[in-house]
């Protein structure tokens, strides 16, 4: 799992937990959460940090949302406008009245969202929510400063096309999908990014569908209660108006056999990545929960496949991978670097072996409580924070729309059983869902 981590009809309701409730939870603190009239999801979550609070709001739009030909990457790009500034706060102004705060406001895309957030001094915090709920009600921004942006991001672009795992990814993307929009990268698809220059009318139509409340929630972490961040939630947010879009994204057809893609570089340690269709994030189903578990038995450090090709005969500098979690069902991603291109084939048929005998051979009992506990406490060591705790609340936040999925999905992994793994293995782990990626100096790579 690369994720470390209801929309309630009742507008007029706060629901938190008790404190025995919350003992119960992978996240021991209380989250209380309020749907305000205009459809925002307001999540509080106090947390003794003294003087110090995490501000987040995410946006349930990404790339997967970018379902029109020719008109990828903008979920990414508006992670970019977004600092452009307002008539109220210019961007000189908002950075300025932002240090005032002792925070710095940063923002990140991914398929299925985009997330603004910000960490700084909890007496400042109705200044977050002002300077936050002004750009997202009132962004403004000339043609010019439009294609300006735009060609930031072809910029970093091409700065990210030189790192050839970034390459090969896009290259998997786009061979792995037929009709989801899950075939191109937040960054979108190059002919799209250059045409993006153009396309500073269908930028202001996409950030009318997406920039609203029903799309949006704003999670608060810290030295303050949920009455407080209720009252600026709605002093500040209220008038923000809802829209009426909703995406629809084409399914993806059954894959019906293995395909490949290859990258060639020179100079570049040879590398494979198996990548297997796998499920949507559910945090009521057992296959997310039971293929974090497998991939963490076979995939790990401690894993007997890590130890034999990594540490005893040494032909890989690493082995790993898991599956992604996202809201439509994406890529189970697992990955190896070797020290030689004539071991591809051979890597390739281990990493295989080790799933067709999870397919069949049950884990040993004490292997399994021990992933299982490892998978828990180590996430709940994490979650030390303001940050860690936003950051975490706002991934399951994403993925299903109400944070306290991440207490349901941990709770999951207690009931994951041996049958489970065995389940999963023989349900993924086929041919017929397979996509083989490999680097090589090699102007192709005939792996079986």
Not at 161 to 188: I, R
Not at 276 to 302: H, R, W
Not at 314 to 341: E, H, N, W, Y
Request: charged share 25%; proline share 5%; with cysteine.
């Amino acid at each position: 799992m690369f994720l470390l981590a209801c929309i309630f009809a009742s507008s007029a309701i706060c629901f938190g937990h008790s404190d025995a409730e919350s003992a119960e939870k992978i996240l021991p603190y209380p989250i209380h959460q309020k749907k305000m009239a205009n459809g925002l999801n307001v999540v509080t979550v106090p947390f003794d940090s003294p003087g110090l609070a995490a501000f987040y709001i995410v946006v349930r739009a990404g790339s997967r949302d970018e379902i029109e030909p020719g008109k990828s990457g903008f979920a990414h790009f508006f992670e970019h406008m977004m600092f452009r500034g307002t008539e109220k706060y210019p961007n000189d102004k908002y950075s300025e009245i932002l240090k005032s705060t002792g925070a710095s406001a940063n923002a990140n895309t991914s398929l299925d969202r985009t997330l603004y957030h910000m960490t700084g001094s909890s007496d400042k915090l109705e200044i977050m929510f002002d300077l936050e709920s002004d750009r997202f009600m009132n962004l403004k921004y000339s043609v010019q400063d439009f294609k300006t942006e735009a060609g930031a991001v072809k910029g970093e672009y091409t700065k990210n096309s030189a790192n050839p795992y970034t390459v090969l990814y896009e290259k998997v993307l786009e061979t792995a999908f037929d009709k989801h929009t899950y075939k191109h990268t937040t960054m979108g698809f190059f002919e799209d990014i250059v045409d993006m220059p153009n396309q500073y009318d269908y930028s202001i139509e996409f950030f009318k569908r997406f920039y609203r409340p029903e799309y949006s929630t704003v999670i608060v972490v810290g030295d303050v209660t949920p009455e407080q961040v209720n009252a600026l939630s709605e002093k500040y947010f209220s008038k923000w108006e809802p829209g009426t879009y909703k995406t629809v994204v084409e399914a993806e057809p059954e894959q019906k056999g293995t395909r490949y893609t290859h990258l060639k570089r020179q100079g570049f340690p040879p590398y494979l990545q198996l990548n297997y269709k796998g499920p949507a994030f559910s945090d009521k189903e057992i296959d997310m929960p039971a293929l974090d578990v497998l991939n963490s038995i076979l995939f790990s450090e401690k894993s007997d496949l890590y130890k034999k090709l990594v540490l005893n005969e040494q032909k890989c500098r690493f082995v790993g991978g898991g599956a992604q979690d996202s809201r439509d069902p994406f890529l189970i991603m697992l990955r190896s670097s070797l020290k030689k291109t004539d071991d591809l084939q051979y890597v390739k048929d281990e990493m295989v072996a080790a799933l067709e005998k999870a397919k069949t051979t049950p884990v040993d009992p004490q292997v399994l409580k021990d992933t299982k506990m490892h998978l828990k406490y180590s996430f709940a060591m994490h979650i030390d924070n303001p940050t860690a705790i936003a950051e975490s609340l706002s991934a399951y936040t994403w993925l299903t729309g109400d944070p306290e999925s991440l207490n349901r999905l941990y709770a999951m992994y207690d009931k994951v059983t041996a049958e489970d793994l065995m389940m999963v293995a023989k349900k993924y782990f086929v041919p017929e869902k397979l996509t083989i990626a490999t680097i090589s100096p090699n102007d192709s790579e005939s792996i079986k």
